[in-house]
């Protein structure tokens, strides 16, 4: 069984997992988290309506009821397991994984996810030790769920006003496909799509925005058009990115500093901002935590302080962020992935949402004669590598290594070591980390020169070269 990873089950079909595990899944995830009905949404991968019915038969097996809520973008899911009071929830998807891929996304109360070393990980060793699936004397009922349409209305509070924009979208066949266009129209003179049929097969590309060439049908479609953005969601609409009006990628961490407009000062049309705004006249120094994972740039923090941001750095992926937001009552946040987590979202992610927030601030700022790219251009102050993969056995015994170098030559002024490592000296900063979903070390730099930058990744590569 290889599809238990640290934040849910994934792997190819069939391969990494089957309809067999599917079903202990199903069967043992109602007793594990102490729930009598369970919330279950899926995508259309080919693979989807067969793990659907073995999830199915193995919650219901168990005893417990299943609200099935149908096609959903994962979201969705989070949203109405905290919204409807469930205990327990499964979205079916593999995200931004190539076609052959599926998984089980799995939630708890208050949509708070279950990762490996919070539940998953149990039910995987009950599986490999063969504990017994006997059915219930009575059999749970499939309950059809539709929440929709009262999705899409809690939506519809952050929907501005984006009538001065050109708008180029890319749905990559995904599930954003299933809801967008109820949010933000069809498509118009000023509002474009492509790839926006729902296929699982993903036929144009692949539906992960971070690989490069799985966005060179936007940005050809903003230079077309002379579209004022570019977005483009991932397959299970949890992720979105970003093109600016160049045609140029934006890294996603530099978002998290622009949500600050709409949180920290309110700038935007929609219901929501209007709300915010009346909480800032009330606490005009009203300071908020802000999320941000362990690659993100320094600019982020740097650009949110005057705002009132305060930055909290944490581990990589939701069943890391969510609690952390969480935890410390967070308002908003983000990571290098293009995840966007809010408190007034059960302190979970959504591409959908977050892409109508910066619409909406990107709207207002045009009307002040500023650009989208001007806007990154105040955020962006350093040299950035970007994520380079490194494929090694020995992944902790190469962390030591580059660590231990660098700190041989300077000192670092702030050191983290909860997800790899990330040190910080006076002109740059490095974070290197195991993988939790692939077999690679990752290593990240930034620097305040492109030769800086150069050199330190040089002299990582040559020492993970030679280990």
């Given at each position: 069984?290889?599809?238990?990873?640290?934040?849910?089950?994934?792997?190819?079909?069939?391969?990494?997992?089957d309809?067999?595990?599917?079903?202990?899944?199903?069967?043992?995830?109602?007793?594990?988290?102490?729930a009598?009905?369970?919330?279950?949404?899926?995508?259309?991968?080919?693979?989807?309506p067969e793990?659907?019915?073995?999830l199915?038969?193995?919650?219901?097996?168990?005893?417990?009821?299943?609200y099935?809520?149908?096609?959903?973008?994962?979201?969705?899911?989070?949203?109405?397991?905290?919204a409807?009071?469930?205990?327990?929830?499964v979205?079916?998807?593999?995200?931004?994984?190539?076609?052959?891929?599926?998984?089980?996304?799995?939630?708890?109360?208050?949509?708070?996810?279950?990762?490996?070393?919070?539940?998953?990980?149990?039910?995987?060793g009950w599986?490999?030790?063969?504990?017994g699936?006997?059915?219930?004397?009575?059999?749970?009922?499939?309950?059809?769920?539709?929440?929709?349409?009262?999705?899409?209305?809690?939506?519809k509070?952050?929907?501005?006003?984006?009538?001065?924009?050109?708008?180029g979208?890319?749905?990559?066949?995904?599930?954003?496909?299933l809801?967008?266009?109820?949010?933000?129209?069809?498509?118009?003179?000023r509002l474009h799509?492509?790839?926006?049929?729902l296929?699982?097969?993903?036929?144009?590309?692949?539906?992960?925005p971070?690989?490069?060439?799985?966005?060179?049908?936007?940005?050809?479609?903003?230079?077309?058009?002379?579209?004022?953005?570019?977005?483009?969601?991932?397959?299970?609409?949890?992720?979105?990115?970003f093109?600016?009006?160049?045609?140029?990628?934006?890294?996603?961490?530099?978002?998290?500093a622009?949500?600050?407009?709409?949180?920290?000062?309110?700038?935007?049309?929609?219901?929501?901002?209007?709300?915010r705004?009346?909480?800032?006249?009330?606490?005009?120094?009203l300071?908020?935590?802000?999320?941000?994972?362990?690659?993100?740039?320094k600019?982020?923090?740097?650009?949110l302080?005057?705002?009132?941001?305060?930055?909290r750095?944490?581990?990589?992926?939701?069943?890391?962020?969510?609690?952390?937001?969480?935890?410390?009552?967070g308002?908003f946040?983000?990571?290098l992935?293009?995840?966007?987590?809010?408190?007034?979202?059960f302190?979970?992610?959504?591409?959908?949402?977050?892409?109508?927030?910066?619409?909406?601030?990107?709207?207002?700022?045009?009307?002040?004669?500023?650009s989208?790219?001007?806007?990154i251009?105040?955020?962006?102050k350093?040299?950035?590598?970007g994520?380079?993969?490194?494929?090694?056995?020995d992944?902790?015994?190469a962390?030591?290594?580059?660590?231990?170098?660098?700190?041989?030559?300077?000192?670092?002024?702030?050191?983290?070591?909860?997800d790899?490592?990330?040190?910080?000296?006076?002109?740059?900063?490095?974070?290197?980390?195991?993988?939790?979903?692939?077999?690679?070390?990752?290593?990240?730099?930034?620097?305040?020169s492109?030769?800086?930058?150069?050199?330190?990744?040089?002299?990582?590569?040559?020492i993970?070269?030679?280990?």
């Amino acid at each position: 069984m290889g599809a238990f990873h640290a934040y849910d089950i994934r792997g190819v079909y069939n391969h990494d997992f089957d309809k067999e595990t599917v079903y202990k899944v199903g069967y043992f995830l109602p007793g594990l988290l102490g729930a009598d009905r369970v919330l279950v949404g899926r995508d259309v991968r080919e693979s989807s309506p067969e793990i659907h019915e073995y999830l199915l038969r193995g919650i219901t097996d168990a005893g417990a009821d299943v609200y099935d809520a149908g096609l959903a973008t994962t979201p969705m899911i989070y949203w109405g397991t905290a919204a409807k009071g469930f205990k327990a929830s499964v979205q079916i998807t593999a995200s931004h994984n190539p076609r052959e891929y599926n998984g089980l996304k799995v939630s708890r109360e208050n949509a708070l996810p279950v990762g490996y070393d919070t539940g998953l990980g149990t039910i995987e060793g009950w599986i490999r030790e063969g504990r017994g699936c006997e059915p219930a004397a009575v059999k749970g009922k499939v309950v059809e769920f539709d929440i929709k349409g009262e999705y899409l209305e809690f939506q519809k509070r952050y929907l501005g006003d984006y009538s001065n924009l050109n708008i180029g979208v890319d749905i990559s066949n995904g599930m954003a496909g299933l809801l967008v266009k109820d949010l933000l129209g069809e498509a118009s003179e000023r509002l474009h799509y492509i790839f926006d049929e729902l296929d699982g097969t993903f036929p144009n590309h692949e539906a992960n925005p971070l690989i490069p060439e799985n966005t060179e049908d936007l940005r050809r479609l903003v230079a077309e058009k002379k579209c004022d953005i570019g977005v483009i969601y991932d397959g299970d609409a949890d992720r979105v990115m970003f093109v600016d009006e160049n045609s140029r990628f934006v890294s996603p961490d530099l978002i998290i500093a622009l949500l600050g407009h709409f949180f920290l000062e309110a700038i935007g049309s929609s219901e929501a901002v209007k709300e915010r705004r009346k909480v800032l006249m009330e606490t005009p120094k009203l300071k908020a935590g802000v999320i941000q994972d362990i690659r993100s740039s320094k600019a982020v923090g740097e650009y949110l302080a005057p705002m009132g941001g305060e930055i909290r750095t944490w581990r990589v992926g939701r069943a890391f962020a969510a609690p952390k937001l969480r935890e410390f009552d967070g308002l908003f946040g983000g990571e290098l992935a293009g995840h966007y987590y809010f408190k007034d979202f059960f302190y979970s992610d959504s591409g959908i949402m977050a892409s109508l927030i910066v619409l909406d601030i990107v709207a207002q700022m045009k009307k002040r004669g500023a650009s989208f790219s001007f806007l990154i251009s105040q955020i962006e102050k350093y040299q950035n590598s970007g994520e380079i993969n490194f494929k090694i056995e020995d992944k902790k015994g190469a962390m030591d290594r580059v660590r231990d170098y660098f700190r041989s030559q300077e000192t670092p002024t702030l050191s983290m070591d909860f997800d790899g490592y990330r040190e910080e000296f006076p002109d740059w900063w490095y974070n290197i980390r195991p993988s939790n979903t692939e077999p690679y070390l990752r290593f990240l730099c930034e620097a305040t020169s492109k030769e800086l930058l150069d050199e330190k990744v040089a002299k990582v590569k040559e020492i993970i070269e030679k280990f």
